[in-house]
């Protein structure tokens, strides 16, 4: 299974950029990268996932390096609804389908 | 609008009651989960079920057992609470890997249960 390795915590000024790194180091090529976030109170949500190449939504940016090693979650402009727990997963799978590990994540404070 | 829901946000119990928790999803998803969150350790997959009457075991299944008799509906039972199994319980749906290129989950509010 692969592993992710995050910082714990993190701080960030709300209207700039937050970049949130992650370790995988022993990703396998057919893992993607995943990236959810848990508002307090609330249940995970999805953000953004990734294979080999950068990707960009409405929420995110994600952007891998090329050995695949590690990435980072980018949220443009960080506003106070930002802050919450971020988690880097590496999906594998099991018997045919996919389970996704979560580990502690990184826990986002954006300060006004 | 997508929904994953949960029968109640909050359950206190007593050591050894037998203790259902429901979820349901409206998103025709095939796979579903159940996970614990406990401060410090993360999620932590219990039972996931990839069709109904399927069910597989995840990290953590020991005290713990799952039905699925209906696809929209997953049930986690604690066949004799214990006060160890106080703890935030998630349920999540998605679809098959075949179905789609990725797997994203959709996760419900969670049920807090304390276990007295």
């Known amino acids: 299974d692969a592993k992710t390795t995050q910082p714990t915590s993190m701080d960030c000024a709300e209207g700039r950029a937050a970049n949130l790194p992650c370790n995988h180091s022993?990703?396998?090529?057919?893992?993607?990268v995943y990236w959810y976030r848990q508002i307090h109170s609330q249940g995970p949500q999805y953000i953004i996932h990734?294979?080999?190449n950068n990707e960009t939504n409405e929420m995110a940016s994600l952007i891998i390096t090329e050995d695949r090693k590690s990435s980072t979650l980018i949220l443009p402009h960080a506003t106070l609804r930002d802050t919450a727990v971020y988690y880097c997963?590496?999906?594998?799978?099991?018997?045919?389908?996919?389970?996704?590990?979560f580990g502690t994540g990184t826990k986002l404070q954006v300060i006004p | 609008d997508v929904k994953v829901t949960q029968s109640s946000r909050y359950l206190v119990k007593r050591t050894g009651e037998k203790v259902f928790l429901e979820c349901v999803q409206d998103?025709?998803?095939?796979?579903m989960f159940w996970y614990r969150q406990d401060p410090g350790l993360g999620l932590r997959l219990i039972y996931f079920?990839?069709?109904?009457?399927?069910?597989e075991k995840g990290d953590i299944p020991e005290g713990y057992s799952v039905s699925r008799e209906k696809k929209e509906r997953f049930s986690l039972i604690l066949e004799s609470a214990s006060t160890n199994q106080t703890s935030m319980y998630l349920c999540?749906?998605?679809?098959?890997?075949?179905?789609?290129?990725?797997?994203?989950?959709?996760f419900g509010p969670g049920t807090r249960l304390t276990v007295l």
């Open positions: 999540a749906s998605s679809f098959p890997l075949g179905q789609s290129s990725y797997n994203e989950q959709f």
């Open positions: 022993t990703i396998s090529g057919n893992e993607y």
């Open positions: 990734g294979l080999k």
């Open positions: 997963i590496v999906s594998f799978n099991s018997g045919g389908y996919q389970k996704v590990t």
């Open positions: 998103m025709d998803h095939e796979n």
């Open positions: 079920s990839y069709d109904v009457k399927m069910k």
